[in-house]
């Protein structure tokens, strides 16, 4: 990409950023119902809707620091998701504090090697990196603590619990949270709330057409609504939009399948491997079950929806071409955007659950309804331990986050950026400054708080040694299920082979430690 350079004067300081977005993001703005003018939001636009929030790294606090003639280095994910937003942020910092911000974009699949390998060789040309979450455990041996002024701000303090427990190991934070994640169930409540096809759909099938409690009924929703124009646009559309791409997201969909039917609150020590004896259960009946199901819904995605990645299933439901989804929050979030042909149409839910869940102990089945949530992987952020400029840095961090740029920020679907603060389940914040309707941002944070606050079953993301090898595994595995290649236990035995094999060359010993930490959240 192109870089271009920017140099303002304000107050007698020199402001330099370089980044391949500039000229894009100067012009970014919330469109919302109201507008607050302040001297802040009159110079930033991207803060209209609420003007500057005060706070410890709100504008007003952030102008006073001085950083001219220091630079600040940043390596990002490309544009837009998370790379815009961080470009957008590092222009408005050099702005406010005289600093020089140098930011560079990177593909996904090559920021772990980009900061990895100089932290390796005990160089740090970077002193901010971005990357995901389950990083963590490779990479905090080269990052630099949260200092105790930054944990102990107001703003950290309305972290959610499972975020602080994403961002820290061994109740030491590393990462600088930014983004919060997890999956959870869009659907289009303009159909499903609909009595026209709540009466057709009962006379057709006998049973009532109801947010799905199931991944069964998920199903079974999805294929009746697959393939006809039930919006009346005079296309087709279809049952569900889904990571299926053998990528390096497929193993979260995926496992998003697979919580209700093997995440068992009765036996807790493992979903991933039991933590005694370290042996894979990614073969285990829960796991088959999903992939079973995971195999009939190939029957109900839209055309070449067996290839669709994240940034398609985004554009698929946000474009408004399924009923369902379920993954991060992007695809809510797009669908919801001003310019969305089906804004106010939708609506969030928990993931489907299982009448049964597998029972690992007893090696049966119990016959109870069970759900789980999955706290996914996300984007995360941390400081080089190496890094000259550590307090600019995380003054530029804990700015990115503060509370005018983060309410703004959830509003743009192409920035990632989703709620992990609990401030965040206010649905007031949504129908106030996004224009959406208060059922639905009702629906919409009620599910973010069960899955964060209240929910004592859930699932948090692998975060071991070797995380790459057996998530690729998985993806491998699955791929070929889906594509008729191997049945479900098939493609599964063969992954749990390829997992015992990736722990021998690991080492259990130290997949085990890390994986404790895990587990400790979870149970």
């Known amino acids: 990409c192109s870089v271009s350079s920017i140099n303002n004067k304000r107050e007698g300081k020199m402001k330099k950023i370089k980044t391949c977005v500039t000229a894009l993001i100067s012009a970014l703005l919330v469109f919302s119902p109201v507008a607050y003018a302040d001297k802040w939001s009159d110079q930033f636009p991207h803060i209209k809707a609420t003007g500057d929030i005060p706070g410890e790294c709100s504008y007003e606090s952030i102008s006073k620091k001085d950083y001219s003639g220091k630079t600040l280095k940043i390596n990002t994910h490309a544009v837009p998701v998370m ?80 975020h602080i427990g994403v961002a ?66 005079g296309e087709p559309e279809y049952g569900s939009a889904e990571v299926m791409k053998k990528d390096d997201l497929m193993f979260a969909a995926f496992f998003s399948r697979s919580v209700a039917y093997s995440k068992n609150p009765r036996t807790p020590g493992g979903f991933f491997f039991d933590l005694e004896t370290m042996k894979p259960l990614i073969n285990n009946p829960g796991f088959v079950e999903a992939l079973t199901d995971w195999v009939e819904a190939t029957k109900y995605v839209p055309p070449g929806g067996i290839n669709f990645g994240l940034g398609d299933e985004i554009n698929s439901f946000g474009g408004g071409q399924t009923l369902f989804s379920f993954s991060w929050d992007d695809a809510l979030i797009a669908a919801m955007q001003d310019d969305s042909p089906i804004k106010n149409k939708v609506a969030a839910a928990p993931l489907p659950g299982s009448d049964r869940v597998w029972n690992r102990k007893t ?37 990115f986050a503060n509370d005018a740029n983060h309410q703004a920020d959830l509003a743009i679907g192409r920035f990632g950026v989703n709620p992990f603060k609990k401030s965040d389940f206010d649905p007031n914040i949504y129908i106030d400054t996004m224009g959406w309707d208060p059922d639905i941002a009702k629906s919409y944070t009620d ?77």
């Open 83 to 162: 790379g815009e937003p961080t470009a957008l942020h590092a222009e408005q910092f050099a702005k406010l504090t005289g600093a020089t911000v140098d930011v560079t974009h990177t593909p996904a699949g090559d920021l772990y090697s980009k900061a990895m390998v100089p932290f390796q060789a005990g160089q740090a040309p970077y002193d901010i990196v971005f990357g995901f979450s389950n990083f963590i455990n490779d990479w905090k041996r080269y990052l630099a603590p949260v200092p105790k002024k930054y944990t102990e701000m107001r703003q950290m303090k309305d972290v959610t619990k499972s």
């Open 168 to 233: 820290s190991w061994d109740g030491v934070m590393y990462q600088f949270p930014v983004d919060g994640d997890r999956h959870y169930l869009k659907y289009r409540k303009d159909v499903i709330d609909n009595p026209k096809y709540q009466k057709k759909y009962k006379a057709d099938t006998g049973k009532e057409l109801r947010v799905p409690r199931t991944w069964k009924e998920y199903g079974e929703i999805a294929s009746y609504f697959n393939g006809w124009d039930w919006d009346g646009d």
């Open 363 to 399: 090696n049966r089945w119990e016959n109870q309804y069970n759900q789980a949530p999955y706290i996914v992987w996300g984007w995360a952020v941390g400081v080089a331990k190496k890094s000259k400029v550590q307090e600019m840095a995380f003054d530029y961090l804990c700015f």
């Open 447 to 523: 599910t973010l708080l069960e899955m964060e606050e209240k929910s004592k079953n859930r699932v948090f993301p692998l975060r071991v040694p070797g995380v790459f090898e057996f998530t690729g595994a998985v993806a491998v595995g699955t791929s070929k299920a889906l594509a008729g290649q191997l049945s479900p236990q098939e493609a599964l035995d063969e992954v749990a082979k390829e997992w015992e094999a990736i722990l021998n060359r690991v080492g259990k010993d130290n997949v085990r430690k890390a994986y404790a930490v895990g587990v400790a959240m979870e149970d």
